[in-house]
């Protein structure tokens, strides 16, 4: 199977997107969300057709297959477990934002499961635990709190 690239991922995530909020997704659409013209789309759906992960005909809407819809699933919970860490550790939402959509594409499936893990475990702990009111107080004014010492 041909390697999907960073711009196909971004593809399969607009579709996503559309489909959750319209059932579906039209090349207009998916333009106006990636900021780009109309017969761009359609070169990035054809090769996401081949590679069996759209379903599409020309002047139809488009629409993730099964194997799309695992790896736009996939980008999405990466995702949201990256912008989440990143707002846990202080980042700005915005910044978050974009590092997460950055990261999802570049990062280590081993580096993205053992984050999973980490941010499942976080959210599963007391509410805010001692040691991310160490870690806040850090942050605020670089030393460490007596007792972490």
Request: proline share 4%; charged share 30%; net charge negative.
């Amino acid at each position: 199977m041909t390697e999907i690239t960073k711009a196909m991922e971004q593809y399969l995530e607009t579709i996503y997107e559309l489909q959750e909020k319209h059932g579906s997704a039209s090349v207009t659409e998916i333009a106006e969300v990636r900021g780009v013209k109309a017969p761009s789309v359609t070169y990035v759906l054809q090769k996401l057709k081949k590679l069996g992960l759209v379903n599409y005909k020309k002047y139809r809407s488009v629409s993730l297959t099964p194997e799309g819809m695992v790896i736009a699933d996939r980008l999405e919970r990466t995702h949201q477990t990256l912008k989440w860490f990143f707002s846990l550790i202080g980042i700005d939402e915005e910044i978050a934002e974009a590092d997460a959509c950055e990261f999802e594409h570049t990062a280590h499936p081993e580096t993205i499961e053992k984050l999973t893990e980490f941010v499942d475990w976080v959210k599963a702990a007391p509410k805010d635990p001692k040691w991310l009111e160490h870690f806040r107080r850090y942050q605020e004014n670089g030393s460490y709190p007596g007792e972490c010492q």
